[in-house]
C-alpha cells in the first residue's frame, strides 16, 4: 500500500520570504499523481498543484512550484513570496493510476501548518 | 458553476444514534469520495462511488455505509455512532475517468462537522 509522509507537522514564514514544505511517498508504481492541497480555516480542501510522475519537469502554478525527485520518492513544495493568505494546512497526496474502471482514491500525509508572519 | 455541497455543515448527535451526510457533486462529475479527517488519524478514506457503484472501500468498520444516485448525488450513514466517529467528513468529486493524460482533479466540499455527545 502507498503511504505518504509529510516530516514538518508546522513550518512558519515571514511574508515576502520563500517557504519549502516537504513530502516523502512510498509506492511500487512507476506511474502516479502527486498533489499538493491547501486546507485555510475555512475547512474546504484546494488543490495547489498536481504531478505526473511520467513528466521529468517540476510542475509551477505563479508562486507555486515542486520539486520532484522519482528515484528518491520526494515531492517538495516551495512557496515563493509568501502571501497572509498562504496560511494553511498543506497536505501532500497521492494517487495511483487510473485503468479502466480503477479507482480516485487519494492517499493524504498527515499535513504541515503554515504560518505566514507579517 | 456550483461547487461541491455537503450539508449539513455542522451536526451534533448522541452515542448510539444513526446519522446520514448529504454530498452533491459538481454537475457532469460521476465520481464521489469520502473521507474522515480527525486530528489523530489525519484524512483518512472511506469509500468511493462511480455512477452507483462502489468502486473502492477503506478500511472503516461496516457501521459506516454509503450510496449514490443516478444523479451522482451520494450519501452516506454512520449506524450506532460513537464518540471516536466525532471527525470532518470531506465529500470530494471528480469526473471519474480520465480526461486525457492529465488526470482529473478532485473538487472538494466545505465537510459536515460531526460530533458525537
Known amino acids: 500500500a502507498q503511504t505518504v509522509t509529510q516530516s514538518q507537522p508546522e513550518m512558519s514564514v515571514q511574508e515576502a520570504e520563500t517557504v519549502t514544505l516537504s513530502c516523502t511517498y512510498d509506492?511500487?508504481?512507476?506511474?502516479?499523481?502527486l498533489f499538493w492541497y491547501k486546507q485555510p480555516p475555512s475547512r474546504q480542501m484546494i488543490l495547489v498543484i498536481r504531478q505526473e510522475a511520467y513528466k521529468q519537469q517540476n510542475a509551477t502554478e505563479n508562486r507555486f512550484s515542486v520539486n520532484f525527485q522519482k528515484a528518491a520518492k520526494s515531492f517538495s513544495l516551495k512557496i515563493s513570496d509568501s502571501q497572509l493568505g498562504d496560511a494553511a494546512m498543506y497536505f501532500c497526496a497521492y494517487r495511483s493510476p487510473r485503468p479502466q474502471g480503477g479507482s480516485e482514491k487519494l492517499v493524504f500525509g498527515k499535513g504541515t501548518k503554515l504560518t505566514v508572519n507579517p | 458553476k456550483a461547487g461541491v455541497t455537503q450539508t449539513p455543515r455542522y451536526l451534533i448527535k448522541t452515542r448510539g444514534q444513526q446519522v446520514t451526510l448529504s454530498c452533491s457533486p459538481i454537475?457532469?462529475?460521476?465520481?464521489v469520495s469520502w473521507y474522515q479527517q480527525t486530528p489523530g488519524q489525519g484524512l483518512q478514506f472511506l469509500f468511493e462511488y462511480f455512477s452507483e457503484t462502489q468502486r473502492n472501500k477503506g478500511n472503516f468498520p461496516g457501521r459506516f455505509s454509503g450510496r449514490q444516485f443516478s444523479n451522482s448525488r451520494s450519501e452516506m450513514n454512520v449506524s450506532t455512532l460513537e464518540l471516536g466517529d466525532s471527525a470532518l467528513y470531506l465529500c470530494a468529486s471528480s469526473w471519474g475517468r480520465d480526461r486525457g493524460r492529465r488526470g482529473t482533479e478532485a473538487f472538494f466540499g466545505q465537510g459536515t462537522r460531526l460530533t458525537v455527545v
Open positions: 509506492t511500487s508504481e512507476s506511474d502516479y499523481y
Open positions: 454537475s457532469g462529475h460521476r465520481s
